[in-house]
Every structure is written in structure tokens, then in C-alpha cells.
């Protein structure tokens, strides 16, 4: 049965709108005047053959009248209540202001939304801005374009008499670095703009990848089925897929996720990590896997069976990303260098020793992650080349650090609070205290 805070303020607002009054509409569906009135203001329970018959009489659904239908809304704006100091005390009258207001209501998620989106462009900008190698080469030829030009000016203005050649000569190298700073200056805005599209139009193969899999809530049906679709089919059909390398790429993730599903079917497997509160061990041990490829299998998890979103991030030997699968809260830099990834390098330098931290992002309103890292070889030394590592960390997100919580718990004081700027680095070291798992 419904709650009433949502069907009661719809079902008096969708009277009012189409003009008709509470007595009509209680005898109608054969109730007493004063009881609807109840039901309208919330004070009783409504459902079943009775919400029907007065959904019929206002000509809608009964699903628009019932609670479940906003309850994306109402997340979205529990989410945005959480990240204002102030507004928890009016939580309790959410649901009636999203029964009453339902296009205010709207608004205020979209909003939020689209701020949410800006922020995070906000800080892919600043994360190339101090990482980018190609960003940071266009602002010095830029700048260095612009001192050349305002001293060869400087020169003109203040020397009088100055020799007709030379003054030539001032012209010419004026016109020329003119020119190249109306080059560099529209070769960077181009590239700003790749960045500042609402999917971070990707500018490398692995950023096309990124988006690819973002696109598909990084969940692979079609190889979760008893008889998984090729690849390669799939790679050919990915359109966002426009470089040859990010389509190699592609296909060599896809074959790892088959191989990862034959070996732990999606069924089983969420079952079993649910019921040992997301686990990468129990889970390694369970099916006879190593730890990154549990790893790479919960971060597969849809978000929506198991009530939260899991992150996952890797490295190669040098530190180099090759993989992100960012969680909301846990910012992960596309090129490093932060100290949100501080327990994946540390699990890169002591290779097959499993690394368990708790991790707290900083901001207005702080929250707690366990992560999970590991770095194991993709390639034992041999003579046909040398040995190949990588590094990935896990992301469980507060709900889930719960669930684990219950099982082992970990003491804050002994663990790591990290802020989510790598600026954080200068002004204070956190600890790098950690535990293995």
C-alpha cells in the first residue's frame, strides 16, 4: 500500500486541475466527502481498488498518483539535501512538497544535475590544466607568444629614433607572432571544448573507451548470457568507438569481461558478494580466482541490483591509468598524480600483498570509503620479455563500507582520511597506514 504524503497531494491536486469538486469526486468512487478529505490532506492510507477507481475518475494512471512513481525525484532530492547544511530538519515533508510541487520539484533535481555536471567539467579542466602535457605546452606557447609580442611593441613605442631597417625588421617579427598566437590560441579553445562537452568528448583511445563504457553503466549484457555475443560484434556496433586503437582496446576489455563472467556467473556471484558484504577475498576464494579479477567483476555489478555504485581504477608499472571507473563522491584524476589513488600506489610498490584502507573524502559534507588494492602480474618474467604488472583498487561506497564494516570491522584512528584535492598533499600528509586483508 502507499504511503499517503505523495497519493494524497496528488490525488487534491489533480482534482483541482481538472475542475472538480471533492464531493463529486467521493461520491463517485463511493466514499463519504469527509473521508476524502482525509485522504487528500494525508491522514489516511490509500491503495488498491479504491486508488484505481479514483485514478479512473481524474483520468490517469494509478501509478501517477502513488508514490512510486517519483521515487527517482525524491533520491535526487534526498541527494542534494545531503550536500546542504540546514535542509535535513524539512526531510520529513519532502514527499508532500514533491506530491504539491511536482514541477518545482523537477527543477530543483535538474538543477542540481546540471551543477553536479558542471563541477565535475570543472574539475576535469583543472585536473588537464595541472596534468596535461599537451594543455601545458599550448599555455607556455601562448604566454611566450604574448611576451615576445608586448617587448618587440615595448620597443617600438619607446625608441624614437630607430633605424628604418630595424623598424622593418619589428614589423615582420610582430606579424609573424601575431600569427602564431591566433593559431595557438584557436588550437587550445578547440581543445577545451572537446573537454567541456557534456560527455568529455575523449581525446585519447583510452578516453574514448571511457565513454563507451560509461555510456553502458560499464555492465556488458550481452556477454552475461549462457551463449554471450562476440566481441567483436559488439565492438563493431560501438559507433563512439572511432579510432582503431580505442576499438582494440575495446575488445580486449571485452574479452577479459567473457572470461571473467564464464568464471563467475552473474547470478552466483552476486548472491555470494552480497551476502559477504562485497568481500574480494571470500569472493576469490569462493570461485577460485584471483583478487583482480573480483575486482573487475564487482565493478560490473549493475548499481541498481545491488543498491550502490562500485568503483574501480588500475595502473601499469609506471603508474599510468588505464582504467577508471569513477564513484560519485571519489574523484579519480585522469592522469594521477592525487592522493584519492595513494592506496593503489602503495599496492603497486609491494606487488601480491593486498592492501585494505578506509578512506575519507573531504568537503561540506565528508564520506567514507573502503577501498581494496592489489597489484599482481599480467605477465611473469621470462625470455620472451620481462615481467608485467598492474595495480587496480576497489570502491565501495558508504552503504557498502556498512555491510563490510559488520563483517571486519576497521578503526578509524588506524586508517587513511584523505581530502579529495591532490592540493591537499602540501598542506597535510595523511597517514599511509594500512592493513591487509
Known sequence: MARPSLTGSRIRERRTMTGRKQADLARSVGISASYLNLIEHN??????????????????????????????LLNALREAAADHEGAAEDLPRLEEFVGRFPGWARLLAETRQRATGLEHAVDVLSDR??????????????????TAIRS??????????????????????????????????????RYLDEASSAEFA?????EELDGWL???????????????????????????????AARSLALSYLQRYRKDAEHMPLAAF????????????????????????????????????????IGLVSCDASGTLTFRKPVD????????????????????????????RLVEMGGRSPRLFLTYSVCQSLQPAGFDGPQVLEAAMLILP????????????????????ICPRAACAARREPSIMAEAF
Open 214 to 244: 560509461r555510456q553502458s553503466g560499464y555492465h556488458v549484457a550481452e556477454l552475461e548470457r549462457a551463449l554471450p555475443t562476440d566481441p567483436e560484434k559488439i565492438v563493431g556496433r560501438a559507433e563512439s568507438l572511432r579510432s582503431a
Open 43 to 72: 491522514r489516511r492510507r490509500i491503495g488498491g481498488k479504491l486508488l484505481s477507481n479514483i485514478a479512473r475518475e481524474l483520468g490517469v494512471e494509478p501509478s501517477a498518483l502513488s508514490e512510486g512513481a517519483e521515487a527517482a
Open 329 to 356: 563522491g571519489f574523484p579519480l584524476p585522469r592522469y594521477s598524480a592525487a592522493c584519492s589513488l595513494w592506496p593503489l600506489y602503495q599496492a603497486l610498490s609491494r606487488p601480491m600483498a593486498p592492501v585494505r
Open 270 to 309: 552476486q548472491e555470494e558478494a552480497q551476502k559477504g558484504g562485497f568481500d574480494p577475498a571470500a569472493l576469490a576464494m569462493r570461485f577460485g580466482v584471483d583478487l583482480g579479477a573480483v575486482f573487475r567483476r564487482l565493478a560490473t555489478l549493475p548499481a541498481d541490483r545491488i543498491g550502490g555504485e
Open 202 to 206: 575523449a581525446s585519447t583511445p583510452q
Open 129 to 146: 590544466m595541472t596534468h596535461d602535457p599537451f594543455l601545458s605546452a599550448s599555455l607556455h606557447e601562448v604566454i611566450s607568444t604574448v
Open 398 to 417: 558508504q552503504d557498502m563500507v556498512d555491510a563490510a564494516e559488520a563483517r571486519a570491522p576497521l578503526e578509524i584512528g588506524t586508517s587513511c582520511r
Open 152 to 189: 618587440t611593441a615595448t620597443i617600438l613605442a619607446e625608441t624614437r629614433d630607430i633605424d628604418p631597417e630595424w623598424r622593418d625588421r619589428f614589423h615582420r617579427n610582430m606579424a609573424e607572432e601575431s600569427a602564431r598566437l591566433a593559431e595557438s590560441a584557436e588550437a587550445l579553445v
